[in-house]
């Protein structure tokens, strides 16, 4: 059999700015990082580079946890990780949804035998930690409570830190989904006392996409080694994975994806030597010059002031605006990305990315000119 396609050849991505819910802008540096050689994945330099990466995300997530690596698979995968591993068939476990990801760890636990609690809330409005209060009082035999922290559906931050302490409070273990606050927000995986998390390599860290940075806490750890039966999948075993990510012997699991960890060594040295409250300020600082100028075109936000995400900014689409035609145009015209609604927001908001890398002036200055111009025109 041939290839029937002779126009075949190697291929060249177009040029975009991308301030869409992920992926960021991926910097330079880190795309040369990508395109250094491949060594083994049992290089004992290639084993040193990995011990550096789980020093870094150690400060990335603020935790001293043993347990932090990043998973071969994206977000996803380290969401699944995180269940997979924790929830034991007939486990109850409160899981909060206010978006799109919140009803994928509701799945998960389904999916794993588990009984999800939901605590429900607007799509656009944190989590509001008095029903989950509540919901703990009804389910005091709840084993984890699960939470995404920053909302890419909505635009939405909630408080971790309340909603870790009421579930310590009632002796639970937190799971906390992270892809979109690490790095543009405060996360603070000690001081907030949360057991798991996860997060992306294609948001805040604008590495590219592929790897999921995952942490557990020694209560954490302890609720794996305890567990009755053998985690459903062997891909995502912890128990086997890390005689590949820790340990003075190495043991071959999979064959780890070399080059993307070499990328994402790379933003992480890049986001410690900005340092974090840098670049906290940084996420916060190009945010307001970006709402600004939408409200300056008459643009609204979805999410009220106090729980708006900087780094992923929710507008409705103004009454008139084809929303579909006009990120067409801002693609063809300007080469600039931008996210369409999901779920029951679709057809009706904008999602304004400004997300590690894309989080700089230049990136806002052209999103509102471009913006300007398809609306008006
Ligand atoms: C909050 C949140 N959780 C999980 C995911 C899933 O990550 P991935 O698409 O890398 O699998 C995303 C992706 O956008 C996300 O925004």
Redesign the pocket.
């Known amino acids: 059999m041939s290839i029937d396609r002779p126009e075949i050849r190697s291929f060249q991505p177009p040029v975009r700015t991308l301030m869409g819910?992920?992926p960021s802008d991926v910097p330079p540096r880190v795309l040369s990082a990508l395109a250094r050689p491949t060594v083994g994945h049992l290089d004992p330099a290639f084993v040193g580079m990995m011990d550096e990466l789980k020093t870094l995300l150690r400060y990335a997530f603020q935790t001293r946890n043993e347990l932090t690596f990043p998973v071969s698979?994206?977000?996803?995968?380290?969401?699944e990780t995180c269940f997979v591993n924790l929830v034991t068939p007939g486990d109850k476990v409160i899981v909060c949804v206010n978006?799109?990801?919140g009803g994928?760890m509701a799945e998960n636990v389904r999916r794993l035998g588990g009984v999800a609690v939901i605590v429900e809330d607007a799509w656009g409005a944190p989590v509001d930690p008095a029903k989950v209060e509540a919901a703990f009082a009804v389910n005091p035999d709840a084993a984890l409570l699960a939470f995404?922290?920053?909302?890419?559906?909505t635009g939405a931050l909630s408080d971790a830190a309340a909603l870790a302490a009421i579930a310590r409070r009632h002796g639970a273990l937190t799971i906390m989904?992270?892809?979109?606050s690490l790095g543009g927000v405060p996360v603070l995986l000690d001081e907030w006392g949360i057991d798991a998390a996860?997060s992306?390599?294609?948001?805040c860290l604008s590495c590219t996409?592929?790897l999921?940075p995952v942490s557990f806490s020694e209560a954490a750890v302890a609720r794996i080694k305890g567990r009755q039966g053998a985690c459903p999948s062997w891909f995502q075993d912890l128990g086997l994975v890390l005689g590949y990510w820790s340990g003075a012997k190495r043991t071959y699991h999979h064959t780890a994806p070399v080059n993307p960890l070499y990328g994402l060594h790379e933003s992480l040295v890049i986001l410690a030597k900005e340092g974090l409250e840098a670049a906290w300020a940084r996420h916060r600082d190009n945010h307001l010059r970006l709402r600004a100028g939408l409200e300056a075109l008459g643009i609204r936000f979805v999410v009220s002031e106090e729980a708006r995400l900087p780094q992923l900014n929710s507008v409705w689409v103004p009454e008139g605006v084809d929303e579909a035609a006009a990120r067409a145009r801002l693609l063809q015209e300007f080469g600039l990305e931008i996210g369409a609604g999901l779920g029951a927001l679709a057809g009706k908001v904008w999602r304004i990315g400004l997300m590690g890398h894309s989080s700089r002036p230049a990136n806002v200055a052209l999103c509102l000119s471009a913006l300007e111009t398809v609306i008006k025109g």
């Not at 995404?148 to 559906?153: F, G, L, M």
């Not at 992306?200 to 948001?203: D, H, I, L, V």
Request: with cysteine; glycine share 22%.
């Open positions: 819910p992920g698979g994206p977000g996803s995968l380290g969401m978006g799109v990801f994928r995404v922290h920053a909302e890419t559906s989904d992270c892809v979109t996860y992306g390599s294609q948001k996409p592929g999921s």
